[in-house]
């Protein structure tokens, strides 16, 4: 017999299928119909194979909507892939915790107290550093206290020399003693500076004995670069050579002739019967080793103003004339004020040498501003020449203020 419901074979008087679990009719109820009745009723009982095919069919009628089904059911990729994510990255995060939590523990049990150590190092280094920049301020101040040193007149290569200048007297060229030096003014005035000297020297005392010692200078010197009293003229920021000629002489009864002298004192020993004193170059008593300044005081003008010759155009020369010699040319006031008076210093030169004589001055009265008045100063010279050519080198000029 066969399942009436899914075609399955069946033993004889099964009651129902083991299949699908239907009732099963008896043999002779599913017998087959007469073949009028099939006629009658146009219906025609199925075979069980085409039981079984009809069951196949049904069976795979249903799968897609299954698959649909369990298709509709289940989450799409995307969501998926973001949860499939989520759970790579707590894992990575998971994996990372551990590791740097492993190495920190071993670090920390192996070498903790290295890393203590490193930051010793490093506060150390930062305490070196600390030091090195207060000694680096400390050092930019020094070099700002260096720097802003206060304004002075600084003298220095001085050297002790013989040189050659004319005698004002005689009109003649000899040898001569000399101071000689660079001088700087570093103010913003002008000034006048008297720089001293002391000389390191090798003598004999009164026994005799050879002796050293300091000394100072006991003869008169002169300066071109110099006016009243034998001070140095010097501009703001001005540097220049100077020279301190030296006037004493001495008569070489041999050559009948002059020859150069200077007259020492020695001053770094206490003063002895043995002691001498004005101990002379030019017999011997005495020889200089080196010079080196003693002092350079200065003062600015304060009761009178200065000038350069250059900021006054000063233009001098000598004129000769049948009886006399005169310093004739002009000075010219380019300052805003008026001035109640105005010295001109200068000094000669006979064929381009200094003539040894204290500085000469021409003074003029009641300048105005702009405006240039003539010098006029007889000479000692005379109206003779000799033959040689005569030069006047200006010094600087003073001036006074009218305040009224």
Not at 134 to 152: A, H, I, L, M, V
Request: with cysteine; glycine share 6%; proline share 4%.
């Amino acid at each position: 017999m066969f399942c009436t419901n899914c075609g399955t074979q069946m033993p004889d008087g099964q009651k129902f299928c083991t299949n699908c679990g239907a009732a099963l009719q008896p043999t002779e109820q599913v017998s087959q119909p007469s073949q009028a009745e099939a006629s009658n009723t146009g219906q025609i009982t199925p075979k069980p194979t085409q039981v079984a095919e009809a069951k196949t069919q049904k069976a795979s009628t249903s799968q897609p909507a299954t698959q649909t089904h369990n298709n509709s059911t289940k989450p799409n990729d995307s969501q998926k892939s973001h949860k499939h994510n989520k759970k790579m990255i707590a894992v990575i995060a998971l994996v990372l915790i551990l590791v740097v939590g492993g190495v920190g523990a071993a670090t920390y049990f192996t070498n903790g107290f290295g890393l203590l150590d490193k930051q010793g190092e490093a506060g150390q280094t930062a305490d070196t550093t600390s030091d090195s920049s207060d000694s680096s301020s400390s050092d930019t101040k020094k070099t700002k206290k260096d720097t802003d040193e206060k304004p002075t007149v600084k003298v220095s290569n001085i050297s002790f020399e013989t040189t050659q200048a004319v005698d004002r007297i005689e009109k003649e060229i000899r040898d001569i003693y000399a101071i000689k030096g660079t001088i700087e003014n570093t103010t913003d005035n002008y000034v006048e500076a008297s720089p001293s000297f002391v000389f390191k020297v090798s003598y004999k005392d009164k026994y005799g004995d050879e002796q050293n010692g300091d000394a100072i200078l006991q003869s008169l010197v002169v300066t071109p670069d110099g006016f009243e009293n034998g001070t140095i003229f010097l501009a703001p920021h001005e540097k220049k050579e100077f020279t301190y000629y030296i006037t004493d002489s001495s008569y070489n009864k041999n050559s009948h002739k002059k020859e150069a002298d200077a007259i020492f004192n020695i001053v770094t020993t206490k003063q002895s019967n043995s002691t001498p004193n004005d101990l002379s170059l030019a017999k011997g008593d005495i020889t200089v080793d080196s010079v080196e300044l003693k002092e350079c005081p200065f003062k600015s003008f304060s009761s009178k103003k200065a000038l350069t010759p250059d900021d006054a155009k000063v233009n001098l020369s000598y004129t000769f004339e049948e009886f006399n010699s005169n310093v004739t040319g002009t000075v010219t006031n380019t300052t805003k004020d008026k001035w109640t008076s105005a010295t001109v210093y200068y000094y000669t030169e006979m064929d381009g040498y200094y003539v040894l004589s204290p500085s000469n001055s021409s003074s003029v009265s009641y300048v105005k501003p702009g405006a240039s008045i003539d010098i006029k100063e007889g000479t000692n010279f005379g109206s003779n020449q000799d033959g040689h050519t005569y030069e006047v080198k200006p010094i600087a000029v003073t001036y006074q203020v009218d305040k009224n």
